[in-house]
Protein backbone atom coordinates (compact mmCIF):
# COMPACT_ATOMS: atom_id res chain seq x y z
CA UNK A 1 0.00 0.00 0.00
CA UNK A 2 0.87 3.87 -0.95
CA UNK A 3 -1.03 4.92 2.32
CA UNK A 4 -0.86 3.49 5.99
CA UNK A 5 -1.86 4.93 9.04
CA UNK A 6 0.49 4.01 11.98
CA UNK A 7 -0.27 4.52 15.88
CA UNK A 8 2.75 4.83 18.72
CA UNK A 9 1.94 4.73 22.19
CA UNK A 10 4.45 7.08 23.74
CA UNK A 11 5.55 5.83 26.66
CA UNK A 12 6.34 2.02 25.50
CA UNK A 13 7.45 2.74 22.24
CA UNK A 14 4.67 0.23 20.90
CA UNK A 15 4.10 0.43 17.03
CA UNK A 16 0.93 -0.77 15.34
CA UNK A 17 -1.53 0.38 12.36
CA UNK A 18 -5.45 0.38 13.32
CA UNK A 19 -5.71 -1.40 9.89
CA UNK A 20 -5.06 -5.21 9.52
CA UNK A 21 -1.87 -4.91 7.61
CA UNK A 22 1.14 -3.74 7.11
CA UNK A 23 1.66 -3.73 11.28
CA UNK A 24 -1.48 -5.66 12.64
CA UNK A 25 -1.74 -5.42 16.61
CA UNK A 26 -2.40 -9.17 17.88
CA UNK A 27 -5.97 -8.59 18.58
CA UNK A 28 -9.40 -9.65 15.90
CA UNK A 29 -10.22 -6.33 13.82
CA UNK A 30 -13.85 -5.88 12.51
CA UNK A 31 -13.88 -4.35 9.16
CA UNK A 32 -17.27 -3.36 7.51
CA UNK A 33 -17.92 -1.85 3.92
CA UNK A 34 -20.95 0.58 2.85
CA UNK A 35 -21.80 2.94 0.01
CA UNK A 36 -18.32 5.65 -0.10
CA UNK A 37 -16.78 4.33 3.12
CA UNK A 38 -15.01 1.54 4.97
CA UNK A 39 -14.89 1.29 8.37
CA UNK A 40 -11.83 -0.93 10.76
CA UNK A 41 -12.80 -1.18 14.59
CA UNK A 42 -9.79 -2.76 17.10
CA UNK A 43 -9.17 -2.61 20.62
CA UNK A 44 -5.39 -2.87 21.15
CA UNK A 45 -2.58 -1.87 23.53
CA UNK A 46 -5.82 0.24 26.18
CA UNK A 47 -7.53 2.03 23.30
CA UNK A 48 -10.48 0.94 21.37
CA UNK A 49 -9.55 2.23 17.87
CA UNK A 50 -12.58 3.26 15.04
CA UNK A 51 -11.06 4.44 11.45
CA UNK A 52 -13.19 5.34 8.85
CA UNK A 53 -12.20 6.23 5.49
CA UNK A 54 -14.37 8.13 3.30
CA UNK A 55 -14.44 10.32 0.12
CA UNK A 56 -16.47 13.25 -0.24
CA UNK A 57 -19.56 13.53 -2.78
CA UNK A 58 -18.04 17.10 -3.95
CA UNK A 59 -14.66 18.09 -3.67
CA UNK A 60 -11.89 15.78 -4.68
CA UNK A 61 -10.91 14.81 -0.93
CA UNK A 62 -10.24 12.07 1.24
CA UNK A 63 -10.89 11.74 4.32
CA UNK A 64 -9.18 9.30 7.24
CA UNK A 65 -10.80 9.69 10.45
CA UNK A 66 -9.67 8.25 13.82
CA UNK A 67 -11.86 7.97 16.74
CA UNK A 68 -9.51 6.48 19.96
CA UNK A 69 -10.64 5.72 23.46
CA UNK A 70 -8.77 4.99 26.54
CA UNK A 71 -9.74 1.80 27.96
CA UNK A 72 -7.17 2.58 31.27
CA UNK A 73 -7.86 4.33 34.40
CA UNK A 74 -4.54 6.31 33.43
CA UNK A 75 -3.25 9.08 31.35
CA UNK A 76 -2.35 8.59 27.83
CA UNK A 77 -0.24 9.84 24.79
CA UNK A 78 0.13 8.41 21.99
CA UNK A 79 1.11 9.76 17.94
CA UNK A 80 -0.60 9.09 15.05
CA UNK A 81 1.17 9.43 11.90
CA UNK A 82 -0.04 9.31 8.25
CA UNK A 83 2.51 8.12 5.54
CA UNK A 84 1.89 8.77 1.60
CA UNK A 85 3.29 7.57 -1.24
CA UNK A 86 2.72 10.81 -4.14
CA UNK A 87 2.30 9.71 -7.69
CA UNK A 88 1.06 12.83 -10.12
CA UNK A 89 1.27 10.11 -13.32
CA UNK A 90 1.29 6.74 -14.14
CA UNK A 91 3.71 5.28 -11.96
CA UNK A 92 5.76 6.62 -8.71
CA UNK A 93 9.04 5.27 -10.59
CA UNK A 94 8.46 7.54 -13.28
CA UNK A 95 7.47 10.76 -11.39
CA UNK A 96 9.45 10.33 -8.07
CA UNK A 97 12.50 12.55 -8.93
CA UNK A 98 10.33 15.61 -10.95
CA UNK A 99 7.61 15.88 -8.02
CA UNK A 100 8.32 19.20 -6.07
CA UNK A 101 7.16 18.89 -2.43
CA UNK A 102 6.26 22.18 0.03
CA UNK A 103 5.19 22.75 3.51
CA UNK A 104 2.00 25.58 3.91
CA UNK A 105 2.57 26.61 7.38
CA UNK A 106 -0.87 28.35 7.23
CA UNK A 107 -2.84 25.60 7.02
CA UNK A 108 0.34 23.26 8.56
CA UNK A 109 -0.12 21.05 4.96
CA UNK A 110 2.11 19.19 2.58
CA UNK A 111 1.48 19.81 -0.71
CA UNK A 112 3.27 18.99 -3.96
CA UNK A 113 3.03 19.46 -7.47
CA UNK A 114 4.54 18.06 -10.81
CA UNK A 115 5.19 20.79 -13.19
CA UNK A 116 6.96 18.13 -16.06
CA UNK A 117 3.78 16.74 -16.53
CA UNK A 118 1.60 17.87 -19.51
CA UNK A 119 -1.63 17.35 -18.30
CA UNK A 120 -0.91 17.68 -13.90
CA UNK A 121 1.63 20.38 -14.35
CA UNK A 122 -0.87 23.22 -12.42
CA UNK A 123 -2.36 20.26 -10.09
CA UNK A 124 -1.54 20.66 -6.64
CA UNK A 125 -2.24 17.89 -4.48
CA UNK A 126 -1.95 17.76 -0.95
CA UNK A 127 -2.24 16.08 3.41
CA UNK A 128 -3.76 18.21 5.91
CA UNK A 129 -4.83 16.95 9.71
CA UNK A 130 -7.03 18.69 11.74
CA UNK A 131 -4.08 20.00 14.01
CA UNK A 132 -0.78 21.10 14.05
CA UNK A 133 1.43 17.93 13.22
CA UNK A 134 4.08 17.41 15.95
CA UNK A 135 6.57 16.67 12.86
CA UNK A 136 6.48 16.16 9.29
CA UNK A 137 9.02 14.95 6.36
CA UNK A 138 8.88 14.45 2.59
CA UNK A 139 12.33 11.98 2.59
CA UNK A 140 11.08 8.27 1.66
CA UNK A 141 14.17 7.11 3.16
CA UNK A 142 14.13 9.13 6.14
CA UNK A 143 10.87 7.49 6.99
CA UNK A 144 11.34 3.77 5.89
CA UNK A 145 14.92 3.65 6.38
CA UNK A 146 17.61 1.26 4.48
CA UNK A 147 15.04 -1.14 2.71
CA UNK A 148 11.91 -0.01 2.65
CA UNK A 149 10.00 -1.36 4.61
CA UNK A 150 6.14 -0.23 5.74
CA UNK A 151 5.63 -3.02 8.31
CA UNK A 152 8.34 -1.27 10.43
CA UNK A 153 9.53 2.55 9.81
CA UNK A 154 12.63 3.49 10.88
CA UNK A 155 11.32 7.05 12.32
CA UNK A 156 8.65 5.71 13.84
CA UNK A 157 11.80 3.57 16.35
CA UNK A 158 13.42 7.35 16.67
CA UNK A 159 11.68 10.57 18.72
CA UNK A 160 10.28 13.08 16.08
CA UNK A 161 10.41 13.86 12.43
CA UNK A 162 12.94 16.01 10.85
CA UNK A 163 10.94 18.55 9.65
CA UNK A 164 12.69 18.18 6.57
CA UNK A 165 11.06 19.12 2.84
CA UNK A 166 13.47 17.95 0.00
CA UNK A 167 13.41 17.96 -3.77
CA UNK A 168 14.72 15.44 -6.42
CA UNK A 169 14.68 12.37 -4.48
CA UNK A 170 12.66 9.71 -3.17
CA UNK A 171 9.35 11.59 -1.70
CA UNK A 172 6.30 10.66 0.11
CA UNK A 173 4.29 12.86 2.50
CA UNK A 174 4.32 12.01 6.45
CA UNK A 175 2.60 14.28 9.02
CA UNK A 176 2.93 12.85 12.95
CA UNK A 177 0.22 13.98 15.36
CA UNK A 178 0.40 14.39 18.92
CA UNK A 179 -3.07 12.82 20.98
CA UNK A 180 -3.07 13.45 24.73
CA UNK A 181 -6.07 11.54 26.09
CA UNK A 182 -7.23 11.54 30.10
CA UNK A 183 -8.07 8.39 31.90
CA UNK A 184 -11.25 6.80 29.94
CA UNK A 185 -11.44 9.63 27.52
CA UNK A 186 -11.96 9.95 23.53
CA UNK A 187 -10.56 12.08 21.17
CA UNK A 188 -10.88 12.66 17.23
CA UNK A 189 -8.42 13.20 14.65
CA UNK A 190 -8.36 12.70 10.65
CA UNK A 191 -6.44 13.46 7.57
CA UNK A 192 -7.24 14.98 4.68
CA UNK A 193 -6.01 13.87 1.08
CA UNK A 194 -7.05 16.14 -1.74
CA UNK A 195 -6.36 17.76 -5.08
CA UNK A 196 -6.61 21.18 -5.84
CA UNK A 197 -6.53 23.11 -9.54
CA UNK A 198 -4.45 26.06 -8.26
CA UNK A 199 -3.79 27.72 -4.89
CA UNK A 200 -7.24 29.81 -4.86
CA UNK A 201 -8.74 25.89 -5.03
CA UNK A 202 -5.92 24.78 -2.52
CA UNK A 203 -7.11 27.76 0.10
CA UNK A 204 -10.75 26.72 -0.72
CA UNK A 205 -10.47 23.22 0.19
CA UNK A 206 -7.96 23.86 2.88
CA UNK A 207 -10.45 26.33 4.74
CA UNK A 208 -13.70 24.04 4.40
CA UNK A 209 -12.32 20.67 5.41
CA UNK A 210 -10.10 22.14 8.80
CA UNK A 211 -13.74 22.62 9.41
CA UNK A 212 -14.52 19.77 12.26
CA UNK A 213 -18.26 20.18 11.08
CA UNK A 214 -17.72 19.60 8.01
CA UNK A 215 -15.95 16.45 8.24
CA UNK A 216 -18.63 15.33 10.45
Known sequence: SGEVLYLRDEETGDIWTPTPQPSPAPRAYRVRHGAG???FESESHG???EMTVFASPEPPVKIIHLNTTDSLTENRRFTATYYLEWVL????EDTNTTLIPEYNPQYSMLQ????????????IVFLMANRAPHGFTTDRMEFLGSGGSIADPAALH?????????????SCAVLQLHIDLPAGGNGDVYFVV?????EEHLASLAEKYRDPSTVA
Request: charged share 20%; hydrophobic share 30%; aromatic share 4%.
Open 194 to 198: GEAKN
Open 37 to 39: YSV
Open 112 to 123: VRNPYHPELGKQ
Open 158 to 170: RIGLSNNISVGID
Open 89 to 92: GLTR
Open 47 to 49: LQQ
